[in-house]
């Protein structure tokens, strides 16, 4: 199913005595860009969440934030940096006596100051904390591929209705390119007579101009090959793979077989009708760049 790039999920749920919170969301980007947040203690995680990640998101600029919060208390051990606190002491005992303040020191007063005390905990298993975000994560990737799934239906649905508005015209190209050969052709017979009066025209000599001039505009194999191009992105649009960046070539594919029929043909009507086609195609590359 094809997918946008756009998306995003998130989950929160108690697992194994943690609550844990992951949040995905992404945006359009060329290739796979992966940034991650994660709690104070957990930047293991990070290479964990993009390997996993990559291995599920073909395109898109994602970002991660994961959140995990222990309840149960474990074992930890409270420290005491003596040597800041020594430090600490010394600096109040001089700002007494240099302006003559009371040495109130106190324990309460030495907790407060930062990095005095500092909390210990026992490692926690790495492999069984990734196993646990993972069952929370997998619960926002899905949520987050739903959410990319509907807007890549709605991608598809518009791409398909402007492709087969193209295909109107150039159906109507088809029609009008053997009236432009026949237009010519009189246009021609017409200059002649009025050019050499009662003087016989060589019909020889009109046909071989028209030869040449239909040589020149005939645009057979440019509407061949358009329509090929067209039957190759229906079926990129129905494919379960991640083809943006395919269906990118075959829209450039389709707008140089457009502009080659815009050369091509000397009539005024065509020339419209090729603007008309490519103003659809730009819609559709403007699109495409959001398909995964």
Not at 136 to 141: E, F
């Amino acid at each position: 199913m094809i997918r946008s790039m756009t998306g995003f999920g998130r989950h929160a749920a108690i697992v194994d005595g943690r609550n844990i919170v992951a949040e995905i969301k992404s945006v359009n980007h060329r290739y796979f860009e992966f940034s991650s947040r994660t709690s104070r203690g957990y930047g293991f995680l990070d290479e964990k969440l993009k390997t996993y990640l990559q291995s599920k998101i073909a395109r898109g600029k994602v970002d991660v934030y994961v959140s995990v919060e222990t309840l149960e208390d474990g074992e930890a051990q409270v420290l005491v940096n003596h040597d800041l606190a020594a430090g600490y002491v010394q600096a109040f005992r001089e700002l007494a006596q240099r302006y003559g303040l009371k040495e109130d020191v106190s324990v309460s007063l030495l907790a407060r100051c930062p990095d005095v005390f500092s909390i210990h905990r026992a490692p926690e298993n790495e492999e069984e904390v990734w196993n646990a975000v993972r069952q929370v994560l997998d619960q926002a990737l899905s949520s987050f591929v739903s959410m990319r799934e509907v807007e890549g239906s709605r991608l598809k649905d518009d791409v398909l209705s402007r492709a087969e508005t193209i295909l109107k015209i150039v159906e109507k190209i088809e029609e009008r390119s053997p009236q432009t050969l026949e237009e010519y052709r009189q246009k021609l017979l017409l200059r002649l007579r009025e050019m050499l009066g009662d003087v016989q025209i060589d019909e020889q000599r009109i046909l071989t101009e028209a030869a040449i001039f239909a040589d020149k505009i005939a645009i057979a194999e440019e509407t061949v090959r358009l329509r090929s191009h067209f039957h190759q992105l229906t079926s990129m649009l129905n494919s379960d793979e991640a083809v943006g960046r395919k269906l990118d070539f075959i829209v450039q594919e389709m707008n140089r077989e457009t502009n080659t029929i815009g050369s091509k043909a000397s009539d005024s009507q065509i020339a419209h009708m090729v603007v008309d086609i490519k103003a659809e195609i730009e819609k559709i590359r403007e699109q495409i760049q959001n398909i995964e």
